[in-house]
Structures are given as structure tokens and as C-alpha cells.
């Protein structure tokens, strides 16, 4: 995340090379050519850019959010078996939702192993 002075010296450098995206990001060392092309754009349309860069918005909804933490349990409590089952989210998000929403489980396997007696 590049702070606002960052961001309006790029694209004023970008300007002044003659909207060279190579010379200024070179120049700079930073951001990425699509970045530079993004700010440039708000820059042309406002006259001026955002204090702060606008969040993305969720890629999952609250629903999707909430039928996956309760599949979760029906799938004894296993991250694979719920992936598997909804296609959605990955990994990482759907073992953040879990950790989230199930605090108690913490430190607790998410799944049992097979060769329990």
C-alpha cells in the first residue's frame, strides 16, 4: 500500500517522462505498471487522488460465509471434507472463518485420525 505523497509523485513522474510507464517505474522503482495506469486514470478523472485506496469489497458473501461454517461440523469438523463438499472457499479463508468462528476449537485437531480405537 503506497501512502498518497507516494502515489502523486508517481504519476506526476509519470507525466512529466512524457506517460512513460517504463521510465517512471524504473525510475521510482515502484509500483507495478498496472498500478501506475490505475492511479493515472483517478488522476485524469478527479483531478486529484483518493486520500486512501478504496478496500476491496469481501470475495465471499456473509451467506456463503455462514453455510460453510455450518457444513463445517457436519463434516466432523474437517477443513478437506467441507472444501470438497462446497468448492469454496480455500484453504486458508475457510481455517481463518473456523478459527473465527469457533474459538473454543483452538489448539484442537480439525480432524480425527482414522486409526483411533
Known sequence: MY???ERMRAVELYIK????????????GY???????????EYERRQDLAIRSMPRP??????QKQIALEHYPSQ???ISSTLRALGYPGRATLTAWVREAFEW????????ASNDV
Do not use: M, N, V
Not at 517522462?17 to 521510482?28: N, S, V, Y
Not at 501506475?36 to 486514470?41: A, H, R, V
Not at 469481501?58 to 451467506?63: E, L, Q
Not at 483452538?106 to 480425527?112: L, M, N, Y
Open 58 to 63: 469481501p470475495k465471499f458473501s456473509a451467506a
Open 17 to 28: 517522462l512524457g506517460k512513460c510507464l517504463r521510465a517512471a517505474i524504473r525510475e521510482l
Open 105 to 112: 476449537l483452538a489448539g484442537t485437531a480439525t480432524h480425527q
Open 31 to 41: 509500483p507495478t505498471k498496472d498500478a501506475l495506469k490505475g492511479w493515472y486514470g
Open 3 to 5: 501512502s498518497y505523497e
Open 76 to 78: 466432523r469438523r474437517c
